[in-house]
């Protein structure tokens, strides 16, 4: 198994490379640094010795990838490509375009993200997979038959619906929440009611139908039929043995998605006001800072890389069958 | 069964958490109800807080009232008016000859070598309490020699225990000028005022040097180096030297750029550790003004408290005609602020902003497009007024037309509709007035806009009423009492005499084809654009629009390679000049990088800016800028397009709101009536819980069938219903 991760996480080094090369490279194809200066300079009495003098403080004046003028290793060593990219994968992830650190910045919005993401996962786990048993226990019945055809309704539904009806219908009509806003500690319990909800039934309609259907696939398998010979109820049959079994296709899709939560929600952060890494990300291609947006693009491939391998992990876990090789 | 139960218990405290009678959807703490706190939100973080830096309105919105210029704006008065700030007098130049010989006001400007402003700065003015400022027993500072083991645990800029303060000096201006000269802080005006402040050019190449001969995180101390356009004449006076004639420095004394900065500011800030924590006076900022900032999280929220030391302004006593009857005198002579902390909140979308309004959780809204039928109506006369829903929750409207001015440029470089031969021009005017700017600030902007006649906007020196001799001729004519549109025949003529009957060239028969370039892209602006592809095609002319970003036009415009294109400029002080600047010659674009993106030259409309940049205003100042303005018409290097006009809504409980398109300095003369805006949030936000139940009840019916049917099935045998 230590050999297995090891090689994996080999693997993953070379993938994290090749991502880095790729957003350096998309980065300084569409955008220059003195896009990068003007944007941060603004739009007023911006003069030409000040954005030089912005690309030469923050090295955007070196050449991209080799250094002609430099003697030795150096000529690698002292380029925008080394300053900017390679010392990623120290994690240092230096200064924003306007000065900030940000490894602090992280460290601090990280929070947020994970107060929304987590308690939005978890329950939203247990909510998509109790659905889908449901559907399931009660197949070929109404229940099954509506509960699919909501699925299919919600799924066609945009979040951004989700969010501004559920901000009209909760925190404008019924007053029991507050649209936005976000506040430390205990006190932020009650901007996450809105967010977490929304977030799970944003979810309800793929991942219940998703479920349900490898749940009717394991029922129809010989095991459930012998369980079922045995004198199993129908609840026992499905709690102990379907569910079970249905657990590795589940894995495959949640657990790949864990290291993920830290990165926050896009769009729901943005309306919500919640001061995650996902809205950090959003102003960040906004302002053309650079600096940032590569930092997050590197922390979500070293997420996502993790998580595969902590799916794979989870996968003898869960079943014995499978072994690493 | 503990989950559920575990669950609804969270649920019910989250909801009712630090509720205390508030309603249940109130965003803030329930002990800030019934407190002098204004809420207000901010769409972006702002980039820079140093006052050396920040050069946008979002955030001066912060910093204008934090920082204490020597001038500002009286709040009230129209036209605008400088009066003392941080300054005991409005300080009036005194002219000198090359010689140092003093000049009389009415001098020439090529007579005057320089002018020199005196400043007296106003006694027992203090700064907001800061760690920079503290002082251990002896008197010594507290926090200029920090460790690395001393910033252990420190994070931010409240973790200091100890703060300080002390009075302002005038050397502290003079520092702060000295700031603009820096080479690490890359002050948007050090250019433009190197050409103005005497000595500003040798201390930013002195600085620049010294920065480039010390290592990157080694501080540059600014105490030891001298700038002779600024000097310090005893503790509270000090005279600043700038070059000819330049009446239109007293507007620059209003900004923050030169408001006081304490060089122990510097001395705290530019310790070694205090940039990794980001901890700088670009984050933090140290000011004498009102307000001061005590929570900076522009990822949530940003709070101003009243600064414990600031005293000795008063509500002014005087405004223009109707301020009284409109209540706005009513405070007079009463001391500032009135308010003692004003919450800005992140709110990044419109939608959750205007429902937080509604709701009573912010005290003032602008109106947006998609909200612009729900908050007015027009009365069918052309005026606006508020709709009943608004006016039954006691909301006021307030209408102003802002100091700015958007435009459809052509670029005076291109062979195809710039230069000044006539025949370029009649192409010009010609689709100056096929494009009716009428219809587009009535479709596209609710009618908040005033058509432009000229680059500069009404409530700056210099503007003309539209009437029948203010009027653009070119474009208009007078019937009917009132300013018309000139005909698409007389437009189409034009383009004939252009050389482009119909729209096609007159001897390849080839349509004519401009281009715009236009970072306005996606399904909002798609109608917009359609409905200029639709003006030019009134007169034969096709359009084609090609999209681009803020990066690529800014490019094209550096290069002089854009045909058509569209910007606006909001003023940075209430003069003319700052508008006709805008189509000076030697500012081309293309040529010098300035601002004049069309550019434009014209030697008469040149010579006469020159004349005219240095006057007072006056008759004859009024004359030349009615010259100018003829010139320009006459050229048409713009579409004139509009002037837009702002619309704000704020709630009965806020008192003493007046909109100043100049000044961002207006939280201190603001008054609230917390009594009455918590009484209103109580009416407006009662929880409504019966549809939790009902959806609770009808998620439990519509399984229950299902669940008695599979009991039944359970406990059917094996044979049932084979009979």
Known sequence: ?325 | MFLIRYGLTLLFFALTAGCGGSPWNDPYPAADSGSNVLYTSFAERPKHLDPVQSYAENEFAFIANIYQPPLQYHYLKRPYELIPFGAEAVPKPVYHDAAGRPLPDSAPAGRVAYSEYVIRVKRGLRYQPHPALAVDVSGKPRYHALTAADLRGIDTLADFRHRGTREVEAADYVHQIKRLAHPRLHSPILQLMTGYIVGLQTLADALTKEAAALPNATAIDLTRHTLEGARVIDRHTYALRVRGKYPQFAYWLAMPFFAPVPPEADRFYDQSGMAEKNISLDWYPLGSGPYMLTVNNPNRQMVLERNPYFQGETYPAEGEPGDRENGLLADAGKPLPFIDRVVFSLEKEQIPYWNKFLQGYYDASGIASDTFDQAVQSSGQGDVTLSPEMAQRGIRLQTSLATSVFYLGFNMLDPVVGGVEERTRKLRLAISIAVDQEEFISIFRNGRGVPAHGPIPPGIFGYRDADASGINPQVYEWRNGGPQRKSLAHAKRLLAEAGYPNGRHATTGQPLLLHLDTTSSGADSKARLDWYIRQFAKIGIQLVIRATDFNRLQDKLRRGTAQLFFLGWNADYPDPENFLFLLHGPQARARTQGENAANYVNAEFDALFDRMKHMANGAERQAIINRMVDLLRHDAPWVWSFFPKDYTLHHGWVFNRKPNQIANNGLKYQRLDPALRMQQRRAWNPPVVWPLAVIVGALVLSVLPAIVAYRRRERRTATAGRA
């Open chain 1, 1 to 325: 198994m230590t050999a297995y991760i090891i090689r994996r996480l080999v693997y993953g080094v070379f993938v994290l490379a090749g991502v880095n090369v790729l957003t350096f490279a998309l980065f300084f194809f569409v955008n220059s640094p003195e896009d990068m200066a003007r944007a941060q300079l603004g739009a007023k009495r911006v003069t030409p010795a000040a954005v030089e003098k912005w690309k030469r403080e923050r090295g955007y004046d070196k050449p991209v990838f080799l250094n002609d003028k430099m003697p030795g290793s150096r000529k690698l060593t002292e380029t925008v490509f080394f300053d900017k990219s390679v010392r990623l994968f120290a994690f240092e992830f230096g200064a924003s375009d306007q000065g900030r650190n940000i490894g602090y910045d992280i460290s601090t919005r990280m929070w947020p993200s994970l107060a929304v993401q987590v308690p939005a996962f978890v329950i939203g786990l247990a909510v998509y997979i109790t659905f889908a048993l449901l559907m399931a226990f009660f197949r070929a019945t109404y229940v099954d038959f509506w509960g699919v055809v909501l699925c299919v309704l919600m799924m066609s539904i945009s979040t951004l619906f989700y969010i501004i009806g559920g901000q009209f219908v909760f925190g404008k009509l019924w007053n029991l929440v507050p649209i936005s806003g976000y506040d430390a500690g205990f006190d932020a319990l009650k901007f996450l009611v809105l967010p977490v909800l929304i977030g799970v039934i944003g979810g309800i309609g793929s991942s219940s139908r998703w479920y349900r259907t490898i749940f009717l696939e394991e029922i129809s398998k010989d095991y459930v039929r012998t369980a079922r010979a045995k004198g199993l109820s129908e609840s026992r049959v499905l709690f102990r043995h379907v569910l079970a079994n249905a657990m590795i296709p589940i894995l495959t899709g949640v657990v790949v998605v864990i290291p993920l939560l830290f990165m926050g929600a896009l769009i729901t952060e943005s309306f919500f006001g919640i001061p995650g890494l996902g809205s950090y990300t959003i102003d960040a291609i906004g302002q053309q800072d650079f600096a940032i947006v590569r930092a997050m693009v590197f922390l979500g491939s070293v997420l996502y890389i993790i998580g595969l391998i902590l799916t794979d992990i989870s996968y003898t876990l869960v079943d014995p069958r499978v072994r690493f090789s």
